[in-house]
């Protein structure tokens, strides 16, 4: 069970990597939302759900952080989904929203490394 947490951690990971790889090609290059940074948002937030119960830990799990954390998400996909809906009417995305969504990626990797 203890093997099976750390590959879901490892998945959840996968999933950061892509929201957050995808994200800095972006803040490089166009400064635009794509479908890749979605599709890590929703690989972080199934994994990170998984590990959300506690199960092949014998420790307790910290839920006022899991919580701070699953906002934290959610507030990244209504402005992934408030950008990209922008942009498919022909709009570029305000750089407020473009950079909100590295910075909080990142305060929620802070989150889970520093918060113990
Ligand atoms: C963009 C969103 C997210 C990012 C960037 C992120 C990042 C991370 C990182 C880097 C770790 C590894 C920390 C470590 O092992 O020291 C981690 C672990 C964890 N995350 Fe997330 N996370 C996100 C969303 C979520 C959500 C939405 C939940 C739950 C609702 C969640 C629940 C957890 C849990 C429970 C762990 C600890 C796993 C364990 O040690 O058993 N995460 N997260």
Do not use: C
């Not at 892509?18 to 994994?47: E, P, Y």
Request: positive net charge; charged residues 10%.
């Amino acid at each position: 069970m203890e093997f099976l947490r750390h590959a879901v951690v490892l998945v959840h990971l996968v999933g950061f990597a892509v929201l957050f790889g995808s994200w800095v090609v972006a803040a490089t290059g166009a400064r635009k939302f794509t479908r890749v940074m979605d599709g890590g948002l929703a690989i972080a937030a199934v994994a990170g759900l998984a590990l959300a119960a506690p199960w092949g830990t014998d420790g307790d799990l910290n839920y006022v952080k899991i919580a701070v954390k699953l906002v934290v998400l959610l507030i990244i996909g209504a402005i992934l989904g408030i950008g990209s809906g922008r942009q498919r009417r022909g709009a570029a995305v305000a750089p407020a929203l473009f950079w909100s969504v590295g910075v909080l990626t990142l305060v929620n990797a802070g989150i889970a490394v520093l918060w113990r």
